[in-house]
């Protein structure tokens, strides 16, 4: 059950995020919890992968890395899903964190 609520608190995060930057542009709740799922996957599964491979380059930036890969995996989600499209990469940057933030605020409002 909490699992749920997480993925509809993303869903919402990633409808917030699309009305909020005019770079990226999902089309109904449905994609959004999609794309919500999506995320949660490449997030759960590639994500490890990329932060092991790139360590040395994330201990240089002392950290900031992270959100290159955070960036690439909504560009992954991207191509992934249909009805979801984000301009570029620094609109990819910027939806992540937006992404981040609201889920943040959704989880302690939740709470």
Request: glycine share 6%.
């Amino acid at each position: 059950m909490k699992i749920l609520l997480k993925i509809l608190l993303s869903a919402l995060a990633v409808l917030v995020a699309s009305y909020v930057l005019p770079g990226v542009r999902v089309e109904s709740f449905t994609v959004a919890l999609v794309v919500a799922v999506v995320l949660g996957l490449l997030n759960a599964l590639v994500k490890p992968v990329l932060v092991v491979l790139t360590l040395p380059v994330t201990v240089v930036t002392l950290g900031l890395f992270l959100l290159v890969i955070n960036a690439a995996l909504v560009l992954i989600a991207d191509r992934l899903v249909g009805g979801f499209s984000v301009s570029g990469f620094w609109w990819a940057l910027v939806f992540s964190l937006v992404v981040s933030s609201v889920n943040w605020f959704l989880g302690r409002a939740s709470n």
